[in-house]
């Protein structure tokens, strides 16, 4: 055994000595010709074909569906077969999803053809990473086969194991929250609640947009009937705290949708922005919070403010003046302009993905661009505005599961005659002790009521006195 071992080694020794000398050596063209005919003596004698399938296309914007399928089909179907494997969470964190690991093959068949799929990584020999601590490593999978099985397997196992990893992924993935640094986007699971059972607002408004939300979710073959990419926009407006983020969370909700949180001051230019862009697929509602204050888009357009005339000192000390320029510059994070953010809602780059939903937030329209929420790039605008009676019969049923109640009467007058937010009467309903107590909840929220309409009063005799005391300077 001992001397089968060495004679085996000598051998290995002999060849990697040969190798690297035929390497050093031999001119490339002559190396060459030599591999060419290499290829073509190993093609005859050895009768499998392989099949590459990488996880990310040459250009790493998006990752391979292919390649997606393969894994969660072999996953499912194969990974006993597997010595090492990635465990991670299912949806709704009920059990565990497992993977198989790099480097391993599994063995499948496929109307009795047999063929092998090999997980690997490639590297560029010392490791890298990118600016976000993520390797750069490629991985892929290599499936190979009996040449003979060359049409089976093309032309039917492939798309057998496409459609099947779909929709075994369609039943388990968990719907993610994703935001973005850089050009890359990084997630965690979306559990928010939110439904439009428990949103605070009118039935009827609220019967329009899930309708609308709807019939979109089911026009594929219209917007590719009309010749108009697969998307629409909503722009939701309002003052603060009357439930836009929580409209989007019921949105993703309903059509069962990823959610990709775009934060514009973390995109370094137009281009990055497309990157990230190409990266969201379908299925996905992108959102913009707080858009008006995202980035100084609003005025663009309008005149840029005089800039100011160097001092005295300035003139005489170069330098000062020249990193005062510097400073500026470096200020502004992100070069992301109003022409590249029109393109990323309805220009060319926004039909590479079907069925998303852009949502811009604000809470002062006026100060948007108008080209910003013309129709056909915001295609319906939401005003969600200050609290009606009928939404606070939603709050009172989700906080104190009320439908009627001898203060109602009075919490409606008072609803009538001031504005308030449906955040400010949330936080009145929500139970204060261990024992709910409806009664001291809905008298909390009259009293709140009552002082604020004593407020407003105020402030409107303060306003008028005011305008007399102008009027009266005026006349004089």
């Known amino acids: 055994m001992g001397e089968t071992l060495g004679t085996l080694g000598s051998a290995m020794a002999a060849f990697m000595f040969l190798w690297a000398m035929f390497q050093q050596y031999v001119p490339r063209d002559l190396r060459r010709h030599i591999e060419k005919y290499y290829q073509k003596l190993v093609k005859y004698f050895y009768p499998y074909n392989e099949i590459t399938v990488h996880e990310y296309s040459r250009d790493r914007f998006m990752r391979n569906e292919v390649y997606t399928a393969i894994e969660t089909y072999l996953s499912t179907n194969n990974a006993v077969q597997a010595k090492r494997l990635k465990a991670d969470t299912a949806k709704n964190n ?7 690991d790099d480097h391993q093959e599994i063995e499948d068949e496929f109307e009795g053809a047999k063929l092998w799929c090999a997980s690997s990584t490639i590297s560029a020999g010392t490791p890298t990473y990118n600016m976000y601590g993520q390797s750069d490593e490629k991985r892929l999978y290599r499936l190979t ?5 060359r049409d089976l397997i093309t032309n039917r196992y492939l798309h057998h194991v496409l459609n099947e990893g779909k929709e075994i992924n369609s039943r388990t993935r968990q719907r993610k929250l994703y935001t973005n640094h850089g050009s890359m986007w990084s997630s965690v699971v979306f559990d928010h609640p939110a439904t439009f059972q428990t949103l605070a607002m009118e039935a009827e408004k609220k019967r329009e947009i899930i309708e609308d939300l709807i019939s979109f ?12 990419a697969w998307k629409r926009g909503y722009l939701l407006y309002g003052p603060p705290g009357t439930g836009k983020s929580t409209m989007i969370a019921a949105m993703a909700n309903l059509l069962h949708y990823d959610v990709y949180d775009l934060e514009l001051t973390a995109v ?8 990230l862009l190409i990266q969201v697929p ?3 509602i992108i959102v913009i919070e707080d858009i008006d204050c995202s980035l100084d888009l609003t005025g663009q357009r309008k005149k840029k403010e005089k800039v100011k005339e160097p001092t005295e000192e300035e003139e005489k000390d170069p330098n000062k003046k020249q990193g005062k320029g510097e400073d500026a510059e470096q200020g502004k994070t992100s070069k992301v302009t109003l022409s590249g953010l029109l393109n990323f809602i309805d220009g060319l780059w926004s039909a590479s993905n079907g069925e998303r939903l852009v949502v811009f937030t604000t ?3 006026e100060k948007l661009d108008p ?9 319906k605008p ?12 939603v709050l009172a049923w989700n906080y104190l599961l009320l439908e009627a109640h001898h203060l109602f009467d009075k919490i409606e007058i008072l609803l009538g005659e001031i504005k308030v937010t449906p955040a400010d009467v949330a936080e009145h309903l929500m139970p204060k002790t261990i024992e709910p107590d409806s009664e001291t909840s809905l008298e909390s929220l009259i009293q709140a009521l009552e002082m604020a309409k004593k407020e407003a009063a105020l402030k409107t005799k303060e306003e008028e006195d005011k305008e007399e005391s102008k009027s009266a300077i005026e006349d004089e």
């Open 371 to 379: 080209a910003l929420i013309r129709r056909g790039r915001m295609d």
């Open 145 to 149: 086969f009996h040449k003979k099985h």
């Open 268 to 275: 370094r230019d137009n281009t990055e922005l497309r990157r």
């Open 382 to 393: 939401i005003e969600l505005s200050y609290c009606s009676f009928e939404s606070f019969k």
């Open 217 to 228: 979710s089911r026009a594929k073959e219209f917007y590719a009937r009309i010749g108009k």
């Open 94 to 100: 009920q059990s565990l999803v497992l993977t198989i």
């Open 363 to 365: 809470n002062y329209i």
């Open 282 to 284: 379908s299925k996905s």
